[in-house]
């Protein structure tokens, strides 16, 4: 897909994290070591809400650990499910997923994560890209992991991003919220934009929408009411992130957006994390596991290493010229 491989070769920037470790086989018993060559290979579900690039990204980023950590594909199989998009199926999927004697399962962002969790099965649960995990109901702590499940938390940079706003477009006095009330990740951060809008004098518009299909209508009614947009994590928007993209430079407005897939289809410019990486930390903590220790003595991780991503054909097409140290400073796309 020509998105991700722009991605991944923005990525080629990031600092990939990395343990140096060894591999070992699986257990059945999360507080038991695991057990030694011979068995049958390992068993992993993954499930996603959705299919965009953010989510393949971090999917790719945790297999390609898992086989960086020695669990090669006589050692460990990956069994991959797509909701795509729709609820019922997310809810069936983890059903089947808890049910169906896997090793481990790996749950990509808050939707899957709580379909999972929510079960209370088993079998351990490790999340990449949970925003807000104690205040989706999927751990209590981060520190003290007490539902079966630990992970990798990604918070959006709020803060930094208006900066990043204020540097790039400067003059902005009223954003535009597009999101989906639906994703607890996407409601915390935009309760985060719209406090800090307030506390710092500027003004909002919220624009929501409840599916993929009123994603463009709801971007083109905030032409003509704000300076720029700004889009939390929200799975259902990024899944239309071209056609607000369009409606945008179409209206010389810019988008931020919160991930550099968002950039790619055609946002101007976000302050976020690697994809690729925060799905390899996901998996040196499923490694942690494997090799014996209980979950929950594997704390959750919030990853706080952000980069500056800018998409220069967007700038182009919204007239924003852009200084030289911002962008030697970021990773640009074209």
Known sequence: MKTNQMIRKAMTFFAAVALTATASACK??????????????????IVQMADNGAFT??????????????????????????AQGDMTNLNSIAQELVNGGYDCIVAIATPAAQAVVNLEGETP???????????AGIISELEKPDKNATGTSNAIPVEEMFKLSDRLTPGCKTYGLLY???????????????????????????????????????????????????????A??????????????????????????????????????????IGAMTA??????????????????????????????????IGVELAQEELSAAVILE
């Open 28 to 45: 059945s018993d999360s507080a038991a070591p695991a057990s030694s060559g011979g068995d049958a290979p390992i068993e992993v579900g």
């Open 236 to 277: 259902m928007v990024q899944s239309a992130l071209p056609q607000v993209a369009e409606v945008a430079k179409d209206a010389k407005i810019p988008v931020y957006g919160s991930s550099a897939v968002m950039v790619a289809s055609g946002a101007f410019a976000t302050v976020s994390i690697d994809d690729p990486t």
């Open 180 to 234: 989906n009330t639906s994703e607890v990740n996407s409601v915390t951060t935009a309760e985060a934009a719209k406090a800090y809008l307030s506390a710092n004098g500027m003004d909002y518009r919220e624009a929501i929408v409840t599916a993929s299909s009123e994603v463009q209508q709801a971007a083109q009614s905030l032409v003509g009411q704000v300076d720029a947009i700004f889009i939390p994590n929200d």
């Open 284 to 317: 040196d903590m499923a490694d942690q596991y494997l090799k014996g220790t209980p979950v929950a003595e594997i704390p959750s991780v919030v990853v706080s290493t952000f980069t500056t991503v800018i998409n220069q054909t967007t700038a182009a097409a």
């Open 57 to 82: 990204d971090m999917r790719e980023g945790f297999i390609g650990r898992m086989r960086e950590l020695g669990y090669t594909e006589d050692r460990m199989t990956f069994d991959y499910r797509n």
């Open 125 to 135: 649960v490790f999340f990449i890209s949970v925003s807000n995990p104690v205040g």
